[in-house]
């Protein structure tokens, strides 16, 4: 059964800095590409960040790029997105979410979320 | 503003059939058939409903569809249910630097 299980999520202040990590079962994370995706309190969803199955390519919305960093480890099946120069509009909950094939186009299966708070 | 344009909200009653639109460009809908839909009830993750179009993931009832035509997809509810009330959002991968891109999301309400 494929289960995606984030952490890390809190209160920062604006300009800090987070990492989240989503851990991966069920499946191995270099055979399907992954993206985070987040969603403001009373808002959509939102796209952030992807990287390719391979792990070769990375991709990032503009509102996110500079500062934030999607990265995964293989041995741990874990995705992670490093979060920094954090803003008040940053704040939403982050889901990870797995992509049925390579490329991260759609996703079959998304995490519970966990809320990042970027306030003073 | 959201990259994919869909109506806030669309509504129906039980047994009834919805399509809830979604407006898209020559940079994303219109050029690529990787529109996929999401549906969420309040306080729950996304879940996949259609991907490539018109096609269903494993376990969801074929009484949903979808669509494309142009730049427009559309997702068809028919035979509404209660349980199909919640937030539908579709996607799309795009040829900017963005690679996807959401709609802003529709309300279905079940009268």
């Known amino acids: 059964e494929v289960q995606l299980v984030e952490s890390g999520g809190g209160l920062v202040q604006p300009g800090g800095s987070l990492r989240l990590s989503c851990e991966a079962s069920g499946f191995t994370l270099s055979s399907y590409a992954m993206s985070w995706v987040r969603q403001a309190p009373g808002k959509g969803l939102e796209w952030v960040s992807g990287?390719?199955?391979?792990?070769?390519?990375?991709y990032y919305a503009d509102s996110v790029k500079g500062r934030f960093i999607i990265s995964r480890d293989i041995s741990r099946n874990t995705l992670y997105l490093q979060m920094n120069s954090l803003r008040s509009e940053d704040t939403a909950v982050y889901y990870c979410a797995k992509a049925p094939s390579v490329v991260p186009a759609e996703h079959d299966y998304w995490g519970q979320g966990t809320q990042v708070t970027a306030s003073s | 503003q959201s990259a994919l344009t869909q109506p806030p909200s669309v509504s129906g009653s039980p047994g009834q059939s919805v399509t809830i639109s979604c407006i898209g460009t020559?940079?994303?809908?219109?050029?690529?058939?990787?529109v996929s839909w999401y549906q969420q009830p309040p306080g729950t993750a996304p879940k996949l409903m259609i991907y490539e179009v018109s096609n269903r993931p494993s376990g969801v009832p074929d009484r949903f569809s979808g669509s494309k035509s142009g730049n427009t997809a559309s997702l068809t509810i028919s035979g509404l249910q209660a349980e199909d009330e919640a937030d539908y959002y579709c996607?799309?991968?795009?040829?900017?630097?963005?690679?996807?891109?959401f709609g802003g999301g529709t309300k279905l309400t079940v009268l």
């Open positions: 990287i390719s199955g391979s792990g070769g390519f990375t």
């Open positions: 996607s799309s991968y795009t040829s900017g630097d963005t690679l996807v891109v």
């Open positions: 020559s940079s994303d809908i219109g050029v690529y058939n990787r």
